[in-house]
């Protein structure tokens, strides 16, 4: 079984800045990418930052040049550092993760999210 727990959710104003952190625990073999979704309410669960085993990262045309994934790989920590936020960003940030838990046994981790609330 793998868990993945997030933090570091929380109330800022417009421009204010949080970072989130997730932690994978559990049966893990490797992780082949980490990354954060979010979803706001009526909204579809979308795609914020993914980061893969290599380091390429990818983001969501909405958040480049305010957001940053990074990653502890000793840690099996994934961290989105929002910086510059808007109303717009407020949404439940969940944590994902593709983990080979064995050898040739694939996982689709997701956490229970962290909400992010931005006032205007």
């Known amino acids: 079984q793998v868990q993945l727990v997030e933090s570091g959710g929380g109330l800022v104003q417009a421009g204010g800045s949080l970072r989130l952190s997730c932690v994978a625990s559990?049966?893990?073999?490797?992780?082949?990418?980490m990354g954060w979704y979010r979803q706001a309410p009526g909204k579809q669960r979308d795609l914020v930052a993914l980061?893969?085993?290599?380091?390429?990262?990818n983001y969501a045309d909405s958040v480049k040049g305010r957001f940053t994934i990074s990653r502890d790989n000793a840690k099996n920590t994934v961290y989105l550092q929002m910086n510059n936020l808007k109303p717009e960003d407020t949404a439940l940030y969940y944590c994902?993760?593709?983990?080979?838990?064995?050898?040739?046994?694939?996982?689709?981790?997701w956490g229970q999210g962290t909400q992010v609330t931005v006032s205007s």
């Open positions: 994902n993760a593709n983990i080979k838990t064995t050898a040739r046994s694939l996982y689709n981790a």
């Open positions: 980061i893969i085993s290599g380091g390429s990262t």
């Open positions: 559990g049966s893990i073999f490797s992780i082949n990418f």
